[in-house]
């Protein structure tokens, strides 16, 4: 049994076109054709059928909670973790170059090479046997799902918390900025009047910055 | 013959499950359920289904070029478009304010409703029907395409044209940045020194001026 067939064997495929298999694990440093249109591809097809498992299986969520589900799933840390359940880092074909710094084992190129394998299954054998891929593939992922509510941002999850208590949305202003251009430094205040509390967090944008200080007050809410 | 009926017709579905329909053309205005689940859904299967159509058709164009054809036939504009061919507005469920307001010929609403369209014909007839329906939709969008380059923004083109030409890089440089917060104008002065051409814009970003800049000195070399 050679390596690819192997690898069908791992992932329950049988592939008849064993030139687009080649192709789905060709990174660009190996040449032309490589995964990239395969990757474009299978990309949208995950997204779809993840957006469907979800749309099916929760009624009770609104697309706000369903999009943000979808997005932890099909991130790139995600795909990098099924990735290495699969060993697909083992079947990669690279250039000698990215090879020896260590491109089989990155996140990038392995959340890639799932997304060209769904494709490059879409083109040998349709549709339903993609998704059926797909669902294999996330196996219990699509049904152990994390709480919608810590899915969302932590401004979002603040101004839900204090509305949900009746009172005001909290303020934020930026209270220092320095350094210059791609060295940007700010300092935001988070204010609620109504709970009497003030935080503040530096960060390297306005919005990363507003973000940690919505966090820290939340922090000191929580019992 | 009633409205839902006559809408079906037009675009040639027969809905078994007719409360689904109606969900889809249900602006939130209306009440609960509406249409944004259903987008939801729709969105992520238009995208597919474009991208697919896409590869099949197109094996000489690379993913980026796909992706930006892909762009061009899914945002808000074309299909609010493709509304206004099946009249989709006058079928809108909403609010009395939102209609006073014009909201049934809205582009954002219609090309809401083009997507939780086909989101409804996916869940009430399955996905073929669904892919069908896009595909009717889109008629002869999806074969009479813009030229792949025209899509590409204005920096990229005036790079590979110089490129194309052995010349270096143009520089980016911001010259001017007044106003505060959100009210800030910059502008930017892009230079070729090997075309002995330096142009200028300005704009409410630097990554818009950049472009505009571009665009200026793409226009001052062409013949």
């Not at 049994?1 to 008849?16: D, E």
């Not at 699969?86 to 074909?93: A, E, K």
């Not at 603040?158 to 060295?183: N, R």
């Amino acid at each position: 049994m050679n390596a690819l067939q192997r690898l069908c064997k791992q992932l329950g495929l049988s592939f008849n076109d064993q030139a687009l298999l080649r192709e789905a694990l060709s990174h660009r440093s190996y040449g032309t054709p490589n995964y990239e249109r395969l990757e474009y591809l299978g990309d949208s097809l995950l997204n779809f059928v993840v957006a469907d498992e979800l749309h099916q299986a929760h009624s009770d969520l609104d697309e706000g909670d369903l999009s943000r589900l979808r997005a932890s799933l099909v991130r790139g840390t995600t795909l990098a973790e099924i990735a290495r359940e699969y060993q697909l880092g083992d079947y990669l074909l690279m250039g000698s170059g990215e090879l020896k710094s260590g491109g089989f084992d990155r996140d990038s190129i392995l959340a890639d090479v799932v997304e060209s394998i769904i494709g490059a299954t879409l083109r040998d054998a349709g549709f339903e046997a993609a998704r059926a891929l797909v669902v294999r593939l996330y196996g219990r992922r699509l049904v152990n799902l994390p709480a919608a509510d810590t899915l969302k941002d932590s401004k979002t999850r603040l101004q839900e918390y204090l509305q949900g208590d009746g009172h005001a949305l909290p303020l934020y202003k930026v209270i220092e900025k320095t350094g210059q251009d791609h060295k940007l430094s700010f300092t935001v205040e988070c204010v609620s009047e109504a709970q009497k509390l003030r935080t503040t967090a530096t960060a390297s944008s306005r919005r990363k910055a507003e973000q940690a200080a919505a966090q820290a007050m939340l922090e000191s809410l929580s019992p």
